[in-house]
């Protein structure tokens, strides 16, 4: 099992995580969230020693701000959550960087339309990997669960990371 925290803003909070037996850790650079992770806050990010993986997380980003932001927030992982498209990730993949690559799974999805994200992925073992999240009407995570039984449907290789709701079902199984 891997873990990923994401949401990560303050400097106290990171520290405290680098304690913590997890994987990865995640900075939202997308200026929409309520977790952005603003310029005084990655400044203050900068300054830390990081001893879990980071993950930087982007929506329809440009190139150029990604770039910006690798050595800065010592990046291991992009995630892409917007309408990227599988050329815009193999020029990331070329820096030596992982990609965590988000869908947004409703009832109807259509694995079918993962194909291309799957030859890329085929192309760089290890290096690519499918975020499975709730479908909502904006990007990013809402922190509901979807019905993960739709992920029967899905037939690819792709090593792949649940998401949405993952701390309200570890609160209910505690509970019972």
């Not at 910006?68 to 992982?77: C, E, F, G, S, T």
Request: net charge negative; aromatic share 10%; charged share 20%.
């Amino acid at each position: 099992m891997i873990i990923k925290v994401c949401g990560m803003r303050e400097p106290k909070n990171i520290e405290a995580l680098q304690q913590l037996d997890i994987d990865f850790m995640g900075v939202i650079k997308y200026p929409k969230s309520k977790r952005f992770v603003d310029q005084d806050q990655s400044l203050a990010i900068e300054q830390l020693t990081m001893n879990k993986g980071t993950v930087g997380v982007y929506v329809n980003a440009s190139m150029q701000e990604i770039l910006n932001d690798i050595i800065p927030l010592q990046l291991d992982v992009v995630q892409l959550h917007g309408d990227e498209n599988p050329a815009f990730a193999k020029a990331l993949l070329e820096l030596d960087l992982k990609i965590f690559k988000a869908f947004q799974i409703s009832t109807d999805y259509d694995f079918d339309s993962l194909r291309n994200w799957e030859s890329l992925a085929a192309e760089h073992p290890g290096k690519v990997f499918f975020l499975f999240d709730t479908a909502t009407k904006h990007y990013g995570g809402s922190g509901k669960k979807f019905n993960w039984s739709i992920l029967e449907n899905y037939k690819g290789n792709v090593p792949f990371i649940l998401s949405g709701g993952i701390v309200q079902m570890m609160q209910q199984t505690l509970k019972t």
